[in-house]
């Protein structure tokens, strides 16, 4: 609204509590006054927090009369689509969902505390890649390879395990999907979509550093930027990136490329940021368990493909995908563990489709399918996730 101005060369100011007195600037908020604010909102805001964990623990009671599981993806990510939708104010969709992201953690910890197996040390991709799923408020348990993360799952040692399942530079992470042919029981329920950062670790000047150790998909997925800068170093594979870290922290003329709250764990500085080849780099993880996941109505099933080793096997195997109108997001060729006495290795194939095992047409398509291969199995329908911003 325009203001009424005084004549020119006069300026009378106007008097106290007039109309002609902003309504606003009499009560401009103080600073103490706003914080005493916040102080309110807080209060009330625990009160809140604190009813929704008693219902959590109520819901904990009847999960555990009825025999249902603790943590599901499907109901978490209906959680989070209905407060992001739900939200007008300024605060950004990824701090939401960060907040809720551990208020679900904590209010599943009041009904159990789920354990949750991922290649570790802690700080690898693996382990930050289960904290945005599961938060901070769940057993983290870390072990040494990919293979070891489905044998805890096998084991019932843990309730979920993560596992990389491709990278968008780099492709198949291979040790996952062969553990899936020696295991195919492991039934995928959830995907997280990680971006990765990765960024140069170490004590030293870049130019004194002697040796680079990561995980060899980190180090690929750096490759120019390590040539370009780091000619002199030698480039050492190590089984994951946390674990390039804690050698870096012991060697002096050592480095690593890791993730950048791995820094911080591990004592090192952080020498240069952002340093991956491709700057859209995406890891895509499963989360792994012994039992299915509910339908959401946003799904993806992957399946796995064993196809006779015959001209247009793969074209005719995937035709009725088309002809039913379910929609292919990808495709993976894996040749199968030697050791069947084979002299050309039969190939597996790994596909995602959307929709859900139960969906009518979904299970019409699978069945299709399923008479065109030597063998199929469903590793899982999930929600289909967002891209998490690491
Ligand atoms: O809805 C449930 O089943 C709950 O237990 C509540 C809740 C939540 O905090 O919103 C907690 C854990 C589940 O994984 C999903 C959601």
């Not at 609204?1 to 009499?26: I, L, N, Q, W």
């Not at 899936?180 to 997280?192: C, D, G, M, Q």
């Amino acid at each position: 609204m325009a203001r009424k101005s005084s004549p020119p060369g006069r300026t009378v100011p106007p008097a106290k509590g007039s109309a002609a007195e902003p309504a606003d600037a009499k009560k401009a908020p103080t600073l103490a006054s706003l914080r005493g604010e916040i102080d309110r909102i807080d209060k009330e805001l625990v009160t809140i927090l604190n009813r929704r964990a008693s219902i959590a623990t109520q819901i904990g009671q009847v999960k555990n009369t009825n025999g249902l599981e603790i943590w599901s993806a499907a109901r978490e990510e209906e959680v989070l689509a209905k407060v992001l939708g739900a939200s007008q104010g300024p605060l950004p969709q990824d701090t939401l969902r960060l907040i809720f992201r551990e208020l679900m953690s904590g209010t599943r910890a009041l009904q159990r505390t789920l354990r949750v197996a991922c290649l570790g040390p802690k700080y690898s991709y693996s382990y930050l890649a289960a904290v945005a799923k599961f938060g901070e408020a769940v057993e983290h348990v870390t072990v040494g390879s990919i293979a070891a993360v489905f044998e805890e799952v096998n084991r019932r040692h843990v309730q979920f395990g993560i596992v990389p399942l491709e990278n968008s530079t780099d492709g198949r992470i291979a040790d996952t999907l062969d553990m899936f042919t020696k295991l195919p029981n492991v039934k995928i329920r959830a995907e997280v979509r990680l971006r990765i950062h990765h960024c140069l670790l170490g004590r030293c000047e870049w130019s004194q550093m002697r040796r680079v150790y990561s995980k060899s998909q980190a180090l690929s997925q750096c490759r120019n930027w390590l040539g370009k800068n780091l000619p002199q170093a030698a480039k050492v594979e190590v089984v994951s990136t946390a674990a390039a870290a804690e050698l870096a922290q012991r060697e002096e003329y050592a480095g690593a490329v890791a993730s950048k709250p791995a820094a911080q764990a591990y004592r090192l500085n952080v020498l240069a940021e952002n340093i991956e080849d491709q700057a859209n780099n995406l890891t895509r993880f499963a989360v792994i368990a012994e039992t299915p996941e509910a339908r959401t109505g946003r799904d993806k099933t992957t399946l796995m493909a064993r196809l006779p080793n015959e001209v247009g096997s793969l074209a005719k195997s995937i035709a009725p995908l088309e002809k039913l109108g379910v929609n292919m997001t990808w495709i993976e060729s894996f040749p199968m563990p030697t050791g069947s006495g084979d002299k050309d290795p039969a190939y597996l194939f790994f596909l995602d489709i959307e929709g859900h095992v139960t969906d009518p047409q979904v299970q019409k398509a699978i069945e299709a399918v399923r008479k065109r291969c030597e063998r199929l199995d469903v590793l899982g329908s999930y929600p289909r996730s967002e891209i998490i911003e690491s």
